[in-house]
Structures are given as structure tokens and as C-alpha cells.
T-cell receptor
């Protein structure tokens, strides 16, 4: 079936280090969305990318959508303890929202 | 708007019992999703409704699971009979088409 693969599964960084999570789809996506889930919470929408090659920034977060609209990345510059949580990408192949497995980010202070 | 409302927040039930999870989506949203989250399997899409019609239920694990959306403001996910392996957090999410999904707080189900 349609799958959205996300790596790494888990990353533990020192506060101040950078962090990147990658998302790949087996099919072309009409758009890709990123969500953050804090421990014990629910996924919260961060951003949506629609155009091929699109890059968007939110403060220390940079989101990219690949030229072929099959992959995406989220990069956090200089992580802070408030960045901890699980980051999910969600692809739209067709008309449903399919989530990647998520990357768990832990930040050591 | 209060957001997506799910009930109950926690449910503990015995194996074999029927469990019904409820969801009230955000008014105006025409897409509704039910997800199940476990450590082992992550966030799995169970079923997707568009304009109250089930579009894709390929993620529903087996016949013990059923979902309904009788109107635009209410949906249920039913498990009958429940089994310990159904223990998970069940999320309902709604969106306008498939843009920006808003999630409920989730229902933590424990089947003993």
C-alpha cells in the first residue's frame, strides 16, 4: 500500500546541536505536512508544503519538499529542550493523510 | 470552536467487552480520520470519511472494528469484542479536505 517512510526513528542530541528528520514516499505526493507531538499529547500541525522544491522556515525550523514531490525534510537549528517530542511527516497520496512513523527527538541540556 | 472533542479520555475494559469511542469534529470540516497509536506500530490510519461517507477503511484491522459517521458532527469507532492487543491511544482528527488535520486529545484504551 501507500507508505510514507521516516528516518531516523530516534535521535538524542545535545542542546544547541542541529537535528534533521527525513521523509520518503513511494508515490508522488500532492502535499506534505509536518506535525509535532509532545510527550503525552496529540499531534499538532506545524506546516504544509505543496510546491516542488519548496522551502519554508519557522524560526529555527526549516522544511523542504523535494523536486519530485516524493521526499521532505525538517531541520532544526540549535535545538532547545522545548523541541523535545515526536516529529511526524504526513503525505497526501491521493485524498487521504498518511503519517510516517515519526522521529523521536530527545534533547540533553 | 473547542476543537476536535473525543470521549472518553480513558477507557479500561475487560477482554470481550464492546467499546465505543466518540468524536465530534470541528464544525465545517468535511474530512474525518480515525488513527490508532502504539509504540510498536506508530500512528496508523484506520478509516477516513469524506462528507460523512467512508472513503478508505483499508486500515481497519479486522471485522471486530467498525466506524460510523451518521452526520457531519459525530463519529464513532466501535470494537466488539475487544482484545488486549487493541490497547492503544485512538485519535480522531478532522480537516477541510486533507489540509491541516486537527487532532483530538485521544482516547487511551486499555483492554485487560
Amino acid at each position: 500500500g501507500q507508505q510514507v517512510m521516516q528516518i531516523p526513528q530516534y535521535q538524542h542530541v545535545q542542546e544547541g546541536e542541529d537535528f534533521t528528520t527525513y521523509c520518503n514516499s513511494s508515490t508522488t505526493l500532492s502535499n506534505i505536512q509536518w506535525y509535532k507531538q509532545r510527550p503525552g499529547g496529540h499531534p499538532v500541525f506545524l506546516i504544509q508544503l505543496v510546491k516542488s522544491g519548496e522551502v519554508k522556515k519557522q524560526k529555527r525550523l526549516t522544511f523542504q519538499f523535494g523536486e519530485a514531490k516524493k521526499n521532505s525534510s525538517l531541520h532544526i537549528t540549535a535545538t532547545q529542550t522545548t523541541d523535545v517530542g515526536t516529529y511526524f511527516c504526513a503525505g497526501v497520496p491521493g485524498n487521504k493523510l498518511v503519517f510516517g512513523a515519526g522521529t523521536i527527538l530527545r534533547v540533553k541540556s | 470552536d473547542a476543537g476536535v472533542i473525543q470521549s472518553p479520555r480513558h477507557e479500561v475494559t475487560e477482554m470481550g467487552q464492546e467499546v465505543t469511542l466518540r468524536c465530534k469534529p470541528i464544525s465545517g470540516h468535511n474530512s474525518l480520520f480515525w488513527y490508532r497509536q502504539t509504540m510498536m506500530r506508530g500512528l496508523e490510519l484506520l478509516i477516513y470519511f469524506n462528507n460523512n461517507v467512508p472513503i478508505d477503511d483499508s486500515g481497519m484491522p479486522e471485522d471486530r472494528f467498525s466506524a460510523k459517521m451518521p452526520n457531519a458532527s459525530f463519529s464513532t469507532l466501535k470494537i466488539q469484542p475487544s482484545e488486549p492487543r487493541d490497547s492503544a491511544v485512538y485519535f480522531c482528527a478532522s480537516s477541510f479536505r486533507v489540509f491541516e488535520a486537527f487532532f483530538g486529545q485521544g482516547t487511551r484504551l486499555t483492554v485487560v
